[in-house]
Nanobody, 130 residues
């Protein structure tokens, strides 16, 4: 069964850090483009970061650029999202999705996926508050 499982969420204070993990079962992640997305309470889904399958080139949304880093460890079949300098606005459920791409909208980098309207996994909750 092909499955992606997110983990590593938690509660931190503003300025804190977390590292999220996206582990695959049933397929190897190194052949996939993987994206991290999030959904805050009462808001729509938002693309955060994307790592390409063949080039390992990464893209990040403007709101997290310089603070979040996406990377992959093929030996562990895992993609990570290192989140530093967290802000209350980063509070959301975070999901990893096996497809993503970046585009420019009004000069800003937007991360999206062809699976945008589909059901995703359980996600992992990130809460940033004092």
């Amino acid at each position: 069964q092909v499955q992606l499982v997110e983990s590593g969420g938690g509660s931190v204070q503003p300025g804190g850090s977390l590292r999220l993990s996206c582990t695959a079962s049933g397929f190897t992640l190194d052949s996939k483009t993987i994206g991290w997305f999030r959904q805050a309470p009462g808001k729509g889904r938002e693309g955060v970061s994307c790592v390409m399958s063949t080039t390992n080139k990464t893209y990040s949304a403007g709101s997290v650029q310089g603070r979040f880093t996406i990377s992959r460890d093929n030996a562990k079949n895992t993609v990570y999202l290192q989140m530093n300098d967290l802000e209350p606005e980063d509070t959301a459920v975070y999901y990893c999705v096996p497809d993503c791409y970046a585009k420019r909208v009004a000069g800003l980098v937007v991360i999206t996926t062809t699976h945008f309207d589909e059901n995703w996994g359980q996600g992992t909750q990130v809460t940033v508050s004092t």
